[in-house]
């Protein structure tokens, strides 16, 4: 896979992000361009969920050389966790030193309104499936570098830009939770819950890799406001603030190499 990379590009990156779903588009900013299909790199898998592209991005950002992953892989399309984390070892086979993760999430307070953006200062994994236990909340380095999430702060208030910061709840997904699990992960402390993006921060810690992550809050988790789930909800308010997330991705990114 790096091999195959290498052969097509002579871009040497440090920096790069893993799009979430209805994000693509940020790549439509970035300069000279080559998307290549996940299906033409060997031995790599392909993502079967609507709203991600299944394509590696390969160009620059503001001069900044950059790598995007447009669309990830997910536990409950039936990966394994190896599988999951594989563009994230991917990356870091290629030489990037920061990994800038995305999302979209479920809202699990009211205040949490959909359309807002929230960089994910802790996460807990709670898909139970090393242990029945109540998760714990992981904070600060190595999953979360706490001078990117100043940066992401500074950054969004440089463009004017309201924001939050957050614990990013796990769940094992396909169907979106319960209201008796929203409950519960609301009691552990989450603010916002998804189906992904854990086990890639992970994995970029114990690569070494500096890590931020941020949710695009696309909807209210199941019981918090009473109305039906859909991912084209999902996809929809995606795309309502696809200006918002790229204008703040774009400002982190060009802080990232001061």
């Not at 000279?32 to 160009?59: F, Q, W």
């Not at 309201?162 to 094992?172: A, D, N, Q």
């Amino acid at each position: 896979m790096k091999q195959f990379i290498i052969d097509r590009t002579d871009i040497r990156a440090s920096i790069a992000v893993v799009l979430g779903s209805g994000m693509g588009g940020f790549c439509d900013q970035m300069d000279n361009v080559m998307l290549i299909p996940y299906k033409e790199i060997p031995d790599y898998p392909e993502s079967t969920v609507r709203g991600h592209a299944g394509e590696l991005a390969i160009g620059s950002l503001h001069n900044i050389p950059l790598l995007a992953a447009k669309g990830r892989f997910h536990y409950y399309e039936g990966y394994d966790i190896q599988t999951i984390t594989l563009p994230v070892k991917l990356f870091h086979s290629l030489g990037i030193k920061s990994l800038i993760i995305t999302n979209a999430a479920g809202s699990l307070k009211p205040d949490l309104r959909p359309g807002s953006l929230m960089i994910i200062d802790s996460h807990i994994d709670c898909t139970f499936r090393a242990s029945v236990t109540e998760p714990e909340e992981y904070s600060g380095t190595p999953f979360h570098d706490p001078v990117y999430i100043k940066l992401a702060v500074k950054s969004a208030d440089q463009i004017d830009l309201s924001i939050t910061k957050g614990t990013y709840c796990w769940t094992l997904g396909p169907s979106y939770e319960t209201p008796a699990e929203v409950s519960y992960i609301r009691s552990l402390g989450g603010d916002a819950v998804g189906m992904s993006t854990v086990p890639e921060i992970q994995a970029a810690a114990e690569l070494g890799m500096k890590v931020l992550g941020i949710s695009t809050i696309t909807n209210y988790a199941a019981g918090i406001i009473g109305e039906p789930l859909s991912h084209d909800d999902v996809i929809k308010v995606s795309a309502q603030v696809e200006d918002d997330f790229t204008n703040l991705l774009t400002e982190i990114i060009k802080g990232m190499v001061l």
